[in-house]
T-cell receptor
C-alpha cells in the first residue's frame, strides 16, 4: 500500500517568515495530493490540493509543489501569521480507490 | 456551508463495553469514510462506503468493529467490546467525487 512520510514533525517560525513542509510517497500511481490543517480539537480542514497533471498550485499565501519523478510534494506558507499555527497533514491517493494515506503530521508554531 | 456531522463529540467508556458513533455526511455525498486518529498521528482509514456498499474494510478489526450505512446516507460505527487501545479520535469524512474529502468534527473515545 501507499506509504507517506512527512517532515519535519515540528516547525517553529517567526511571524512573517515562510514555512515549508515536505512529504514523500511510495506509490507511483498516486495522483491526488491534498493538504489538511487541523487546529487543536477541531476537524481536519482541506487547505489546498494538487493533482498529478500540474506541478504547482497557489492560493494566496499557500502553495503546493509536486515532483512526480522524485515522488515528493511540499507545502509552502509565506508571510506566516499566528493563526497559521496548527498541525498540517499531507496525504496521497490513487484514482483506483481514492483512499487517502496520511503523513504523520507537522506541528507548526508561529511565534509573534 | 454544509458540513459533516458526528455524534457524540466525546465518549468515555469502560473496557468490554459497547460504543457506537454516528455520522451524517454532506447531503448528496455518495462516498463515506471512517478514520481512526491516534494522538500525534495522521488519520488511518478504517472503512469506505460507496452509497450503502462497503468498498474497503481491509483495515477494520472485524472481530470487534462493525460499520453500516443502511440507506446510503448516515452511518454508524460500532465497537464491541471496547479495549484500552481503542482510545482515539474517530473521524468521519464524505466526498462527492471520490477525491476531495470533507471531515466531521470527530468523536473522541476514551476507554478506561
Amino acid at each position: 500500500g501507499e506509504n507517506v512520510e512527512q517532515h519535519p514533525s515540528t516547525l517553529s517560525v517567526q511571524e512573517g517568515d515562510s514555512a515549508v513542509i515536505k512529504c514523500t510517497y511510495s506509490d507511483s500511481a498516486s495522483n491526488y495530493f491534498p493538504w489538511y490543517k487541523q487546529e487543536l480539537g477541531k476537524r481536519p480542514q482541506l487547505i489546498i490540493d494538487i493533482r498529478s497533471n500540474v506541478g504547482e498550485k497557489k492560493d494566496q499565501r499557500i502553495a503546493v509543489t509536486l515532483n512526480k519523478t522524485a515522488k515528493h510534494f511540499s507545502l509552502h506558507i509565506t508571510e506566516t501569521q499566528p493563526e497559521d499555527s496548527a498541525v498540517y497533514f499531507c496525504a496521497a491517493s490513487t484514482a483506483n480507490d481514492y483512499k487517502l494515506s496520511f503523513g504523520a503530521g507537522t506541528t507548526v508554531t508561529v511565534r509573534a | 456551508e454544509a458540513e459533516v456531522a458526528q455524534s457524540p463529540r466525546y465518549k468515555i467508556t469502560e473496557k468490554s463495553q459497547a460504543v457506537a458513533f454516528w455520522c451524517d455526511p454532506i447531503s448528496g455525498h455518495a462516498t463515506l469514510y471512517w478514520y481512526r486518529q491516534i494522538l500525534g498521528q495522521g488519520p488511518e482509514l478504517l472503512v469506505q462506503f460507496q452509497d450503502e456498499s462497503v468498498v474497503d474494510d481491509s483495515q477494520l478489526p472485524k472481530d470487534r468493529f462493525s460499520a453500516e450505512r443502511l440507506k446510503g446516507v448516515d452511518s454508524t460505527l460500532k465497537i464491541q467490546p471496547a479495549e484500552l487501545g481503542d482510545s482515539a479520535m474517530y473521524l468521519c469524512a464524505s466526498s462527492l467525487s471520490a477525491d476531495t474529502q470533507y471531515f466531521g468534527p470527530g468523536t473522541r473515545l476514551t476507554v478506561l
